[in-house]
């Protein structure tokens, strides 16, 4: 029987960079998710992922600077088709499974952490104060889905 080594934590950037390679070749794939980067944003995963590379090392090690504004592309996206709480539920859902398929320990919770508050902010955010009460139920709501590849792993 073959032996895998345990997986080891999210220590640097050459390890964020596999990750987001990783993650958004998947995000890209994801049928719910995908057309957000390849029909509506056209997004250039070269010019992407050294951004996204950026935010990740600031977010984990603070070893980067990150100073462009996160929001904006989101707000944008918004624009031309809802963002909805299933949308970010599947971004969280396939986080957490990159991660927990290539790292364990500290650095990855709090990547996985993060990412799940950030997609409950941004959410938030994008539903607006207006928003809230015409779609209450739905109101900072992650599907539970998302959850369930972490308690499997
Ligand atoms: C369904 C959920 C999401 C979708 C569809 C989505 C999609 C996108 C798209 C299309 C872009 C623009 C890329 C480009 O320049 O072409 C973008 C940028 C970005 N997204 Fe998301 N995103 C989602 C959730 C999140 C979450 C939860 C985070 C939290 C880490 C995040 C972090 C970022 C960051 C940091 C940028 C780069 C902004 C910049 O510096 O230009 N996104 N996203």
Redesign the pocket.
Known sequence: MEHYPAAADIANRRDLEVLLRRFYAAAFEDPR?GP??TE?????LE??LP??AD??ERALFRTAE?R???F???AA?ASVRA?TAE??G???QL?HATVDGLHRGPHAERAKA??ER??LA?HGRLAGPGASLAGSENRGFIPLAALQLRSAA
């Open positions: 998710i957000f980067f509506i944003a056209g997004t250039d010019v992407h951004r996204i935010f990740w990150y462009r504004n996160a904006a592309p989101h996206l963002l949308d970010f599947r971004w969280v986080w993060q990412g950030i997609a941004l």
